[in-house]
């Protein structure tokens, strides 16, 4: 991972780079006041060179700029000046010419725009690079409490954020998207929040990221919530994190709307506790999407899909509206089965656990399954729920806090279909009555 920009030493007075808007201080104090200040760092509320004023967003902002003629070193300038607390705005407009990724590591730091349709940072001249590297915005290893808000990141080479390790991270109504009609040359994941703790994602807008508009791994505590995320391969897509909360999103037009996994080749981590909750999930039946050989998304996975479950421990999902999918409305299945090619019975690892499927609403489900799923459905139509029927081990008892239980669900696709890959049922079936039990109950979103 690339070093946090450090050359940028001094204050606003350094900032004598193209026609920017610029200011800092305190008070904003006027030039009069600073006479040794570079002309073309104006710590005025007006600009002498531009005539633009403060804008009313910025009031109060430690350091604030417009578009210049060189938007990197402006921006990451102020983002390397900073100090613990501050406040950098963006004025409106169009920030083009980026081709590295901005990095903040400055703790409290909060990076403000006028709206996530009006502050446009524009990154169509960057080139992909090494992992971390090539991202919008990156918030380094250690930062704490990082705000980014009301801002658009369009046309990254890798990812739109990448939380990278850091804590206390909030984004807030900020949208990531790409603008070319080929998904070959979209980022990888619109926000990624790497091993980030105490994460929050809200009221953003995510558009065409080819593997997942929000990624979380490795993590604990993160909230993603009132987001609208569409054409990716998952709209959401968490992987051994500890305490996860998806609510009151609209997740349509992906393949999948969430996916919760804790795959076996990600160092034995397992992830616990992910409620789903409150949240609008239509239309997700995008196929034939370009996935990133850099994704941990996997390519053999189903489209058509509400929700997927992949070897996840603990998990609520409730209270959700699931609309219009060729597949399933909620798939719950294990990584060591037929889907990845494998034969050895399943450990306690490798299948779903403690797993309370209830009170959601599933309608016009079911119609045009999509592999590998059809060929275990032997040519029968897509289920609301399926389930592969299996367990640790395969034994016919589970230990407590292990059941699989789905209950008062509802709408014209609520229906099971068991798979039995344990042969414990008799074969497939839709017998609902093995999953009707009082499973894992999950507590709302304390924040």
């Excluded at 193209?18 to 006479?35: H, I, K």
């Excluded at 999509?370 to 399926?386: F, H, K, Q, Y």
């Excluded at 039990?437 to 507590?443: D, R, S």
Aim: aromatic share 6%.
């Amino acid at each position: 991972m690339a070093a946090p920009y450090t050359w940028f030493q001094t204050a606003c007075s350094s900032l004598a780079l193209g026609m920017a808007t610029v200011a800092c201080g305190d008070d904003l104090v006027s030039a009069e006041d600073e006479a040794d200040v570079s002309d073309a760092a104006d710590t005025s509320q007006e600009s002498e060179e531009t005539g633009a004023e403060l804008p009313a967003h910025c009031e109060g902002a430690d350091a604030w700029a417009g578009p210049s003629e060189d938007n990197f070193a402006v921006i990451q300038g102020m983002l390397s000046a900073a100090s613990e607390g501050d406040v950098i705005c963006l004025a409106a407009g169009d920030y083009g010419g980026l081709s590295t990724q901005l990095s903040i590591s400055i703790d409290n730091l909060t990076l403000r725009g006028a709206g996530k349709d009006k502050t446009i940072l524009d990154f169509s001249e960057q080139s992909a690079s090494e992992p971390l590297e090539d991202a919008g915005v990156m918030v380094l290893d250690g930062t704490d409490g990082v705000t980014i808000e009301d801002l658009q990141i369009e046309d990254t080479a890798g990812e739109g954020i990448t939380v990278y390790a850091a804590t206390n991270t909030t984004i807030s109504r900020v949208a990531v998207q790409w603008s070319s009609e080929d998904p070959t040359g979209h980022g990888t994941y619109a926000i990624e929040l790497y091993v980030a703790s105490d994460a929050v994602v809200s009221g953003s807008t995510l558009t065409g990221a080819r593997s997942a508009g929000i990624v979380a791994f490795s993590g604990i505590r993160l909230a993603v919530h009132d987001n609208l995320v569409s054409q990716s391969t998952a709209g959401v897509a968490i992987t051994a994190v500890t305490d996860v909360w998806v609510f009151a999103n609209e997740l349509h037009d992906n393949a999948m709307g969430v996916m919760v996994y804790d795959f076996l080749h990600f160092d034995g981590i397992i992830g616990a506790n992910t409620r789903i909750y409150e949240n609008d999930i239509h239309d997700n039946n995008l196929e034939d999407w370009p996935i990133s050989p850099e994704s941990w998304v996997d390519s053999d996975l189903p489209s058509g899909v509400g929700v997927a479950l992949l070897s996840a421990s603990l998990v609520e999902i409730d209270h959700n509206e699931l609309d219009s999918h060729d597949t399933a409305g909620v798939v719950m299945l294990n990584t060591a089965g037929e889907l990845f090619e494998t034969t050895e019975h399943p450990s306690a690892s490798a299948v779903n656990r403690g797993i309370h499927v209830h009170d959601n609403t599933l309608t016009n489900i079911g119609y045009d399954p999509s592999e590998p799923v059809a060929s275990l459905l032997e040519g029968n139509d897509g289920p609301g729920l399926l389930w592969d029927g299996v367990r640790p081990q395969c034994d016919d008892e589970l230990e407590q806090g292990q059941e699989i239980c789905v209950q008062n669900n509802t709408g014209d696709a609520s229906t099971l279909f068991n798979l039995d890959q344990c042969g414990l049922y008799g074969g497939p079936n839709t017998d609902t009555a093995v999953l009707d039990c009082e499973g894992v109950t999950l507590p709302d979103w304390p924040g």
